[in-house]
């Protein structure tokens, strides 16, 4: 499947407006809380938006991954810097998994 991502990005946005016509003291907090995420100004544009495209990645956020794959872009972000962001995202899914086989083990002492 492929997405065409420039689309689905203005389709996004614009089911977004029509939600926050619908909710907007929810709309309000949100944005409040996405405005204030770097309010301390100690991580840059890009590296803000590497973060974000990591964890797009982890919590399978399409939406997520298309506005933020623009944003790393206009915010200087090369596409080997992305793949880096990228790398630490299937590390960390790999290091989840890893975390939770080791509650199954558990389950297993405990079935016994």
Do not use: F
């Not at 389709?11 to 709309?27: F, H, K």
């Not at 506005?67 to 596409?79: D, F, P, V, W």
């Amino acid at each position: 499947m492929s997405i065409n991502w420039n689309d689905y990005r203005k389709d996004l946005l614009g089911n977004i407006g029509e939600l926050a016509a619908e909710i907007p003291e929810t709309m309000k907090g949100y944005k409040l809380l996405a405005d204030s995420a770097n309010k301390q100004g100690i991580l840059d544009k890009k590296t803000q938006e590497l973060i974000s495209l990591a964890v797009a990645v982890t919590t399978r956020c399409d939406g997520c991954i298309s506005i933020h794959t623009n944003e790393a872009l206009k915010a200087g972000a090369s596409k080997q810097e992305i793949s880096a962001a990228l790398a630490v995202a299937i590390s960390l899914n790999a290091g989840a998994a890893l975390v939770y086989s080791s509650h199954v083990i558990d389950a297993i002492g405990e079935s016994h």
